[in-house]
C-alpha cells in the first residue's frame, strides 16, 4: 500500500479495506469472534471491569516505549489495579492525512507484542483519517474489560495501620518523556517504565490476603493518585518522604528542571493498601518479579472517618506536610 | 469553571477533577459501579457484543445533531444490528485547548439524553486535552457493550431468493452534514437521520423468524455496506434502483453536486436480509416504528456460493452493473 495515510483510508470504503488487512489485521489476527460491525465473545461469570483510555502522548516514539505499547499498558493496568484480570481490548485510532504508514505499522506491531505479553486480545477496531493539522500524528483509544474473579479487592476492610506500598521508582514515565522532547535540552538514560502489571497484580491478589486497594500512577503522579484514593476511601494516608524510591537520574533531572517526583507520571507503578500483616508477604512476592523489584513500603493508613480524606508527607527533617492534587500545568500529552 | 478547556484540564490533577464533576458527573452521574479506575459491573450471561468508535465529525453541530449524539446512536447501532442489546458504553474526550465549556456541556448533554433514550449506561470515560492546533476542536471515543440474547441472527442460513429490507432513506446524514459546511452554498431543510436504532431492532428479532443478517449504513453508504456484507458471506444481492428510497431533496442535491446516494453515509439506517417468508412482517413491523416509517424491499439475494460476494444494481432502464466500495475520497469526516 501507499506510504501515507490518505483521507480515502479513513472513508470506509476500498482503502480502508486495505488499511486494515494490510497493517490491523496482519498484527491483531482476524479474530473468530468477529461479527463485521462488533465482536462477540462469550460472556465472563462475575463480575466484569471496563475502562477507557485515550493516548495522546508526544512524541509517538519515546524511550521505552511509544503510544502504541502505552496504549496497551495503560488501559491493561487500569484494570488490573481495580481487582480484574484483563481480557479483550478494543483500540480505536484517530489518524492526521500524510502520516506514515511505516510508522503506524511499528505502533500497531508494538500493541499486539504488549498485547500477547500481557495476554489481552484486540477484538475491535476503528480508524478515522482526519484532514492534515486536525489531528497531531495519531491518537488511539483503547477501551477494555476484564474479569473479576472470586477473590476480590477489599476497600470496605481498610483500617488505621494499614501499609502503603509502591511497586517501584517513581517519575520515570515523566522524565523519559521530557527527554525525548528534546527541546528541554536534556540527556538521559532514563527509560519509560510503561509495562503491562496485570500478571504481577493478579498473582498478588491470587497468593496473599488483605489487599485492600490499589491504584496505578499516571498523569499527576504518586501525590495525585493518593489524594483521590483518600477522598474517595475516606482515608488520610502519611508518607515517608525518604522511603520513596526515585532513580538517581530522575532525581538529578527534577532539580535542574523544577519537577517533584512526586507529581511526575508513571506508567508501570501501582500503590497497594495492605493489611500490615501482610506487608512483608506483599513485598517478598514483589521482589521475586522484575516489574516489582523495587517495591518498597512508603506509608501508612494514619486514620479513617468521614473528615480524613488527607495525604500527608513526612519529609526528612521530620516535619509534615500535606499533599494536594496536582494544580496547575506541569506536562501536558504525558500519556 | 472557566469558560474555556485549558491544557490542566486534561492533567489529572485539580481542574481535570473539576471537569469531571462540573460536566461529566452532572450529566452522567456517578455510577454505583465506579471504583477508581474502571467500572464493575455484573456479567451478563451468554455471549456479549464489543464495539467501538471514534467521531470527529466537521462541523461538531448539525441539523439533525451534534458528535456527542452522534458517538451514542453510531455505537448503539453496531450492536444493535449484531444482534444484541445495548447495555454500556465508555466515552474517551479528546478536547483542544480552547474550547468552549459551553459547547462540551450541550455535546455531553446530548450524549446523556441520546443514552437515556437508547436505554445505555455510560459508565466509563477519560479526557485528554492537547495543545491548540493538535486536534481539531473535540473528538470522541465511545466502546459499547452489549448482551446477545438466546434468540441471535443467524448469518449462515442464508439463501437464495432471501429479502433485501432498507430501513428507510438514504443518504439523510450525507446531504446535512455536507449543508451544514456551509461552505458548499447548499440550503436543503434535510435533517441527519442519526438515531438509535436498538429498540426497533431488538423487537424484530424477538418477533420475527428468519433474520440471517443486519447491518447499520455508516461512512460508505448502502453500497459500501453491502458489498462488506456479500464478501463477508459469500452471497451475491441484486438491488432494484428504483425501489431505493431516497428523499427528493437529497436526490436534487446529489444531482447538483454530482454525489451518489449509494454511497452516501447514514446514521440511522440498517439492511436487513430476512427469509422471504418473513419479509411482509418485517416490513409491518418496521412500518409502526418512527424509524422504520420508510422502510423498503429493495432487493434479493441472487445467489451463494463461493464464487458469489457480487453486488449487482438493476437500474430503471433494466441493465444491470455491478457496484463496488466506495473508492477514492468522497466526503472526510462525516462521522
Known sequence: MAGRISLAH?????????????????????????RLDAAVIPCFSGKMAVTTDSYVVDPLFFPGGNIGKLAVTGTVNDLAVTGAVPKVLTAGFMIEEGFPVS????????????????????????????????????????????????????????????????????????????????QLGLLTDIKSDCASLNTLL?????????????????RGGLATGLVELCEDFSISIELNETSIPVHEEVEGACEILGFDPLYLANEGKAVIIVDSKEADKVLQLLHSHEFGKNATLIGLVASISEKAGKLKLKTPVNTTRRLTRLSGMLLPRIC
Chains 1, 2 share one sequence.
Do not use: C, W, Y
Open 10 to 34: 479513513g472513508e470506509g470504503g476500498e482503502l480502508t479495506h486495505q488499511l486494515i488487512q494490510e497493517v490491523f489485521i496482519q498484527s491483531f489476527g482476524h479474530g473468530e469472534q468477529a
Open 103 to 182: 510508522d503506524l505499522k511499528k505502533i500497531v506491531k508494538s500493541m499486539a507484542a504488549e498485547a500477547e505479553t500481557a495476554g489481552v486480545s484486540i477484538i475491535a477496531g476503528d480508524t478515522k483519517v482526519v484532514e492534515r493539522g486536525s489531528v497531531d500524528g495519531i491518537f488511539i483509544n483503547t477501551t477494555g474489560i476484564g474479569a473479576i474473579g472470586e477473590k476480590d479487592l477489599n476497600p470496605a476492610a481498610v483500617k488505621k495501620g494499614d501499609a502503603v506500598i509502591i511497586t517501584g521508582t517513581i517519575g520515570d514515565h515523566g522524565i523519559a518523556i521530557l527527554s525525548a522532547r528534546q
Open 202 to 218: 493478579n498473582q498478588l491478589i491470587q497468593q496473599t490476603e488483605g489487599i485492600r486497594v490499589m491504584r496505578d500512577l499516571t
